[in-house]
């Protein structure tokens, strides 16, 4: 992991709420369902430059909270009639990176990130403003959390 200053990002997708606890329920979870659409919609439209994002955004608190997911892409083509556009806060962001097999290295990453946002040592303070996970290929994943400067 390291910390990077990110440009903000204006993307393109579609958009569910919901919260941590409800993503541990497979009756309750949207996430899983939320990105199958968007392959479905946009997969098609998107160019061998497009690139993939899940943001996540509009926290309500902090990480017992609900918040906004948006499976998104900066592929300015994909604006669909219930498409959302979400811009990403500019500023510092922890990237942590994983590698696997989707959709269980993002899982395992997400796994990492909590942990260590949780432990006593931890040196950042997240700031609950903008976070996302940047599918770089099919096997590569970033998540960039916010952080307090």
């Known amino acids: 992991m390291e910390v990077k200053q990110l440009a903000s990002k204006t993307l393109t997708g ?3 709420r919901t ?6 329920n497979t009756g ?6 939320l990105w199958q659409k968007f392959g479905e919609k ?4 998107l160019t061998k430059d497009s690139k993939v994002f899940g943001v ?3 926290y309500e608190s902090d990480v017992t909270g609900d918040f906004d997911v948006i499976a998104c892409s900066d592929e300015q083509s994909i604006n669909l009639r219930d498409s959302v556009t979400v811009t990403t ?18 899982i395992d990453l997400w796994g990492e990130i909590w942990q260590y946002f949780s432990s006593d040592d931890c040196r950042y303070t ?5 976070d996302y996970e940047y599918y770089k290929t099919a096997t ?10």
């Not at 919260?19 to 541990?24: G, I, K, L, Y």
């Open 56 to 58: 996540y955004t509009n």
């Open 89 to 106: 806060h500019a500023g510092s962001y922890l990237v942590f990176c994983g590698e696997g097999e989707m959709p269980d290295a993002i």
């Open 19 to 24: 919260c941590n606890a409800n993503e541990m």
């Open 14 to 16: 579609l958009k569910v």
């Open 126 to 130: 997240r700031t609950y403003t903008s």
């Open 42 to 45: 946009y997969t098609s439209k």
């Open 28 to 33: 309750t979870a949207k996430i899983a369902e």
């Open 140 to 149: 590569e994943v970033e998540i960039a959390i916010a952080i307090a400067e």
